[in-house]
Structures are given as C-alpha cells and as structure tokens.
C-alpha cells in the first residue's frame, strides 16, 4: 500500500476547521476517545461525528483502530492523534509535533494496554460533565487536564486521573479526580491520601479530590477505610460518588458524621467547594493555565 503524502501545516490548516483542531487538540491531552466520546464532545450526533472522523482519518489527523474491551464492547473504533494532528495541536503554541513530545507508537500502544477501560471511563465521566452546561449553563467545566499533564505538573507528589476546573456565576474552583474501577483494594485507594497530605504540605494548601467509585459497596467501603486510617475530621478535602454525572447532588464528604437517621449528607459538584471551606479547609485558588499545559477549552459550542 502507497505511504501517503505528508501534508504540510498551511494545507491543513486551509482543510480543517476549528472544530477539527480543536478535536486534535483533545486527542493530544487525552490520549485516546471512542467515536461516542468525540460525538458527545463536539457533534448533533454520532453519525455525524462518524462522517466527519473519517475524514480525519484519511487526513491522518487521527488514527483509527477498532478494538474491543470487556467494559466498552461495541466502541467500534478508538481514535488517537495522528501526525497531521500532532502539527494541528501543536502549532498554535509556536511548537514542532516533536517538542510537543508527540509519539505515534506509544499512542497507538493504547488499544492494547490492559488499563484502557480505566482510560475510556474516565474520560467518559469528564465528557458528560463537559457537556452538562449544555443543559446547566450555572456549572461549567473550564479545564480538564489529563494524567500526563497532571505528571508533568504535579508528578513529584500527586498522580491524579484528572485535575479540573468548574465554573459557577460566583466563582471557579479546582478539583483533582481520582477515577476507581474496583482493581485495587480499599486499602490501596485510602493509601493515595498521603501524597495528597504532602501536596498541602508542599502547596500551603488543599485542592478537593474527588473519588469515584463503581459501587455504592465499595465506597461505604472507603468510607469505613478512612476512618480507620484517620480517626477524626480526614486530612484532605475527600468527596466520593458512584452517580454517572459529575454534576449531581451525589458527593458525600470523607470525615464527616452520619446523620441521625444513618443516611450521609451529600452534595452536588457546585457545592462540594463551600462545604469544604466550611469543615476548615483551607483551598487553594483554580490553577487554570500553565506553560507546560497544552489543554484546550473542554467545552466546544455544537
């Protein structure tokens, strides 16, 4: 089969859209997305995000492979950022696809790697809350960094599956995202806390994790974990969930006592901040730019 052509960056830069870089740019920061994933991010529909990354694909601005996963079944195929995307995201910060430490290989590696349903569901829940201002314009995700830009940033203490930035009509706040498929024991989960604890040491402050849990089991689980490991108010600002939005009142505070009739009080997104604040902890500003973060906007107008 004929190599194809390597297309120079003012030809694509005339062949492609905003949308289309903007695409590129996502597939830089997270790695790899299903064609549902790009649909929810950017298109009416999957059968138009379908139409439109296939052409992207004989542009190889992304790669396609199909593949199967015992969590994602039927995700037909999994896109990656091809070369041509890696000159698209790269370009608009005066960057070589090198300097942008673009690795094909590696990239195409992640149809293979046994973590991919921790990635693709991840990602998934960090879709869904980006696309929850559609409908909930109060609630708006501002950032979303991936786990390489979080290493890049943070990686001497923390290695969080996401950090996050949520924006409501009175403020914007940070949060890390810690993403559990019930792999690893409760014991394992609780044990993250400490690099958390030196994150405040090393910061002067906290940002809020978020950990979410696929049962409500495992997470009374957590729960009782917690406790046992910190007796008394926990050390970090800890919420947990198993709700498939982000944004709902399902966020229940690490730390804190049950009500009088057994139930845990719980939060939504918007309002986990204030509770925080009010239990004593003191947080640290949104960190919403960075020279070494290449995100873009997460939210794309359809």
């Known amino acids: 089969m004929p190599r194809r052509p ?31 994933q790009v649909a929810a991010l950017a ?15 004989e542009l190889t601005i992304a790669d396609r492979t199909r593949v199967r996963t015992r969590a994602h079944a039927a995700t037909g195929y999994l896109y990656t950022l091809g070369p041509a995307g890696a000159l698209l995201a ?9 300097e942008l430490r673009y690795d094909r290989a590696v990239l195409q590696r992640q149809a293979a790697r046994p973590d991919l349903p921790h990635t693709l569901g991840c990602n998934t829940l960090m879709i869904r809350l980006t696309a929850h201002h559609r409908t909930d314009p109060a609630l708006r995700l ?24 949520t924006t409501t009509a009175a403020a914007e706040h940070g949060w890390f995202l810690e993403y559990d498929t019930g792999t690893e024991s409760v014991t394992q989960l609780a044990a993250k806390l400490r690099a958390y604890r030196r994150f405040e040491q090393t910061y002067a402050g ?11 089991a495992r997470e009374q689980r957590l729960h009782q974990q917690i406790a046992e490991t910190y007796p008394g108010p926990c050390p970090v600002p800890v919420a947990t969930s198993t709700a498939p939005d982000l944004a709902a009142p399902a966020w229940r505070l690490a730390g804190q006592p049950l009500d009088p009739d057994g139930t845990a009080a719980t939060y ?21 730019s960075d020279p070494e973060i290449y995100a873009p906007d997460p939210a794309w107008e359809t």
């Open 43 to 57: 298109f009416p529909s999957v059968r138009a995000a379908n139409a439109r990354l296939a052409v992207l694909a």
């Open 90 to 98: 790269a370009a608009p910060h005066g960057l070589s696809a090198k």
């Open 206 to 216: 906290h940002r809020p994790v978020l950990i979410h849990l696929p049962s409500a």
């Open 142 to 165: 501002t950032a979303w960094w991936g786990p390489i830009s979080c290493l890049r940033l943070w990686g001497d203490v923390i290695r969080p599956d996401a950090y996050a930035v």
């Open 6 to 36: 390597t297309i120079s960056l003012p030809e694509l830069l005339f062949r492609t859209t905003p949308r289309d870089r903007y695409l590129a740019a996502m597939l830089y920061e997270h790695r790899a997305l299903t064609a549902a």
């Open 268 to 288: 939504p997104l918007a309002g986990l901040h204030a509770a925080f604040t009010t239990c004593g902890y003191r947080l640290l500003p949104a960190h919403t």
